[in-house]
């Protein structure tokens, strides 16, 4: 059983810095590629950010040049650093990752999500 598990969220003022880190557990062959969505309140879930197995990031434009993603390939890991957070960031971040099991199959995978909340 293949499980997601967020962390880092929480309550940051504006201008502020958070880290949201995911860790993929489980049995699989690979991992493809990792990502970060979010959904704000009354408002459909999007992209924030992707990185591929091999390390080629994709931004949304709201977040580039404040928000890096990065992973550990050996630790089944994908990180978000937010920085300069606005309040319009403020919404459910989602990790997701695509998973190739043994075999052919490949299935896509979410976290439970975590709040980051940005306010004074």
């Known amino acids: 059983q293949v499980r997601l598990v967020e962390s880092g969220g929480g309550l940051v003022q504006p201008g502020g810095s958070l880290r949201l880190s995911c860790a993929a557990s489980?049995?699989?062959?690979?991992?493809?590629?990792m990502g970060w969505h979010r959904q704000a309140p009354g408002k459909q879930r999007e992209l924030v950010a992707t990185i591929s197995s091999g390390g080629n990031t994709n931004y949304a434009d709201s977040v580039k040049g404040r928000f890096t993603i990065s992973r550990d390939n050996a630790k089944n890991t994908v990180i978000l650093q937010m920085n300069s957070l606005k309040p319009e960031d403020t919404a459910v971040y989602y990790c997701?990752?695509?998973?190739?099991?043994?075999?052919?199959?490949?299935?896509?995978?979410w976290g439970q999500g975590t709040q980051v909340t940005v306010s004074s």
């Open positions: 997701n990752a695509d998973i190739r099991h043994f075999g052919a199959r490949r299935d896509d995978y």
């Open positions: 489980g049995t699989f062959r690979a991992i493809y590629t």
